[in-house]
């Protein structure tokens, strides 16, 4: 069984930066995809980042630039590096993996999911 857990979550001022960490147990290589999601209040849960199986690299728009993702194979953990953070990515995050390769930022094809980590910006 896939089971992600992320860390890193906190609270930082507007320009800062945090970086996530999920450890994924099981087999993150084996994923087809892995990927950050997040949800403010109100809002749906949106897709990040994501890296599919054929080493492909996904970013929303919005975090283009700003958000890195990046994945170790042999401590099977997956990174989100945020920068220049703004009020707007206030939300809880979460890590996610799926078996099936292809749409790593659709956050509705996922199997596995970690139980979140909160990210507030303030102004």
């Known amino acids: 069984q896939v089971l992600p857990v992320a860390s890193g979550g906190g609270s930082v001022q507007t320009g800062g930066s945090l970086r996530l960490s999920c450890e994924v147990t099981?087999?993150?290589?084996?994923?087809?995809?892995v990927g950050w999601f997040r949800q403010a209040p109100g809002k749906e849960r949106e897709g990040v980042a994501g890296?599919?199986?054929?080493?492909?690299?996904s970013y929303a728009d919005s975090v283009k630039g700003r958000f890195t993702i990046s994945r170790d194979n042999a401590k099977n953990t997956l990174y989100l590096q945020m920068n220049s953070l703004s009020p707007d990515d206030t939300a809880m995050y979460y890590c996610?993996?799926?078996?099936?390769?292809?749409?790593?930022?659709?956050?509705?094809?996922?199997?596995?999911w970690g139980q979140g980590t909160q990210i507030t910006v303030s102004s």
């Open positions: 099981g087999y993150i290589r084996n994923s087809g995809c």
């Open positions: 996610a993996a799926k078996p099936r390769a292809g749409l790593c930022l659709r956050a509705s094809l996922y199997n596995y």
């Open positions: 890296i599919g199986s054929d080493g492909s690299y």
